[in-house]
């Protein structure tokens, strides 16, 4: 069974950055794709970011492109970890974060939440000023 420990969220101000972290432990992690999904208040949730099971391939939502990188540390000697840095943050990127991972050895990851069938519990990120 997969677990996932989500870190880096808080209050930023308009125009500033964060780092979100999810380290995901479990069997198998080389052949989970990952993604970065979000969740704001009175809204559905919506795919932010996903990478591939090697790291080779990545997918941002419109709103993300240009703003946010995720990245992919799959190391044997260093924890597993998805990182998505977020830039140029808007107070419409506040909401829950949560990563989740879906099983997927070959193709593109896909920003589709009916897909990822393990998630995290999930970290706040707000944008304020």
């Known amino acids: 069974q997969l677990q996932f420990v989500e870190s880096g969220g808080g209050l930023v101000q308009p125009g500033g950055s964060l780092r979100l972290s999810c380290e995901v432990s479990g069997l198998n992690l080389d052949r989970y794709a990952i993604a970065w999904f979000r969740q704001a208040p009175g809204k559905e949730r919506e795919a932010v970011s996903c990478i591939t099971n090697r790291g080779r391939s990545t997918n941002y939502a419109d709103s993300a492109k240009g703003r946010f990188t995720i990245s992919r540390d799959n190391a044997e000697n260093t924890k597993n970890t998805v990182y998505l840095q977020m830039d140029s943050l808007n107070v419409e990127d506040t909401g829950v974060y949560y990563c989740?991972?879906?099983?997927?050895?070959?193709?593109?990851?896909?920003?589709?939440?009916?897909?990822?069938?393990?998630w995290g519990q999930g970290i706040q990120v707000t944008v304020s000023s």
């Open positions: 989740a991972a879906d099983l997927r050895l070959f193709g593109p990851c896909v920003l589709l939440l009916s897909t990822y069938k393990h």
